[in-house]
């Protein structure tokens, strides 16, 4: 004969004023908002976009001793410090909300770079393919 | 017609856009649909894109073909099946550094279908798209398409973008239907990978790309890799089905 199964231990009652732990939710302050994140990589990218395009063919035929040092900041030190700002930002739940906007605001300037020169490429050529 | 929009790197960029826009537009509705209120959820998922972009160019770099890496970054391919590794990588990196545990992998599959849905019609209209189909159905490319990707004028070829948009399609409408009915967390996501890597194998065969090594494209020699790892994966997804059909039929 197997022994009959024991009861369930009782449930201890919460304490009086426990509240269940809800979703995780970021500090809620002005400067910690998503679309302030999105809005600020989206203006820093295209700075970025612009500078490179405008600064990247002068730099390209000048040979100043600055001339490297620009070269990489435009092509390396920008989008390396952006990332790991972004990162270091997200990873903080002061800025999380903030950091998480700067990371988002990649995909949404590629959205926003495509459609600017399809425009552009539209509206020079006149055509309607 | 042939390839209306061909070599355009900004029609191209516009709809990969729109993808990102429509998976992120899908994972705020699904989000709020399962009742997931946590702040970290939209941080992950701007590791995912984040990875994905930097990724789907890093991962594709022929060191060979060229040796800077800053010259590739510039001018060199992008991948998305390195993309999507990119993606998983930055999931990954994302959930360590805010501590977040449960499984998100349901959460991102129905929309990294919706942006391929949309972001493969960019490459439907900007790329070449596949091999000589000997049949009707075939897109034909004028000679000065023909002239720019380097491929043969007035045949027809595989549209292998319109079969992949229809699989991300279908794969889609398959995961809205199915969300809800399988046994954990992540096994939609699981499943959805290795039938796109199964497809992907498949579809290779009339891509067009270059075969890398007897015969087989580089993609193909990736998923190759993969596939056991994939395999194993499908089949826990298929044994924890199992005893959740057996508590379904018992009284």
Same mark, same amino acid.
């Given at each position: 004969?197997?022994?009959? &199964? ?13 509240? &269940?732990?809800?979703?995780?939710? /970021? ?12 809005? /600020? ?5 295209? +700075? ?16 100043? $001793? +600055? ?11 920008? $989008? ?8 270091? +930002?997200?990873?903080?739940? /002061? ?35 | 017609?042939?390839? &209306? ?21 899908? =994972?705020?509705? @699904? ?7 946590? #702040?970290?959820? !939209? ?85 070449? $798209? ?13 000679? @000065? ?41 992540? #096994? ?16 290779? =065969? ?6 890398? !090594?007897?015969?087989?494209?580089? $993609? ?9 790892? +994939?395999? !194993? ?6 044994? /924890? ?5 057996? @508590? @379904?039929?018992?009284?």
């Amino acid at each position: 004969m197997s022994k009959p &199964p024991e009861p369930p231990p009782p449930r201890v009652p919460p304490p009086p004023g426990f509240q &269940p732990p809800g979703p995780w939710q /970021a500090p809620r302050h002005w400067g910690n908002s998503f679309l302030l994140g999105i809005l /600020a990589g989206v203006v820093a990218i295209g +700075l970025y976009v612009y500078l490179t395009l405008a600064v990247g063919p002068l730099l390209s035929y000048g040979n100043t $001793p +600055l001339s490297p040092l620009l070269q990489g900041v435009l092509g390396w030190g920008f $989008p390396l410090v952006y990332l790991a700002g972004a990162i270091v +930002l997200t990873s903080l739940p /002061a800025t999380m909300r903030f950091g998480a906007g700067l990371l988002i605001a990649i995909g949404v300037s590629m959205l926003i770079a495509a459609g600017v020169c399809f425009a552009i490429l539209s509206g020079f050529s006149g055509a309607n393919r | 017609m042939g390839v &209306p929009y061909a070599a355009s790197g900004a029609v191209h960029g516009l709809l990969v856009g729109l993808g990102i826009a429509a998976a992120l537009g899908f =994972f705020a509705l @699904e989000k709020r649909r399962r009742g997931l209120a946590d #702040d970290r959820l !939209w941080a992950i998922a701007g590791f995912a894109l984040a990875f994905g972009a930097i990724g789907a160019r890093l991962f594709t770099w022929d060191v060979a073909r060229v040796p800077s890496l800053a010259a590739w970054w510039e001018a060199g391919d992008r991948s998305i099946l390195a993309g999507l590794v990119g993606a998983w990588l930055g999931v990954h990196v994302g959930k360590l550094i805010l501590r977040y545990r449960p499984s998100t992998g349901d959460l991102f599959a129905p929309a990294v279908a919706l942006s391929m849905a949309i972001g493969r019609i960019g490459c439907l209209l900007t790329e070449l $798209p596949g091999t000589p189909t000997g049949g009707a159905w075939g897109l034909v490319l004028t000679p @000065e398409q023909a002239a720019l990707f380097g491929a043969q004028a007035g045949v027809g070829l595989h549209p292998s973008f319109a079969y992949e948009i229809a699989f991300h399609a279908l794969a889609f409408a398959a995961m809205l239907h199915y969300r809800d009915r399988l046994a954990r967390p992540g #096994d939609l996501f699981v499943l959805y990978v290795a039938g796109y890597a199964l497809f992907r194998f498949a579809v290779e =065969f009339v891509r067009g790309n270059e075969a890398m !090594w007897l015969g087989l494209s580089g $993609p193909q020699w990736f998923l190759l890799i993969v596939l056991p790892l +994939l395999a !194993w994966r499908v089949w826990t997804v298929v044994a /924890a089905l199992r005893p959740a059909r057996q @508590e @379904e039929v018992a009284p």
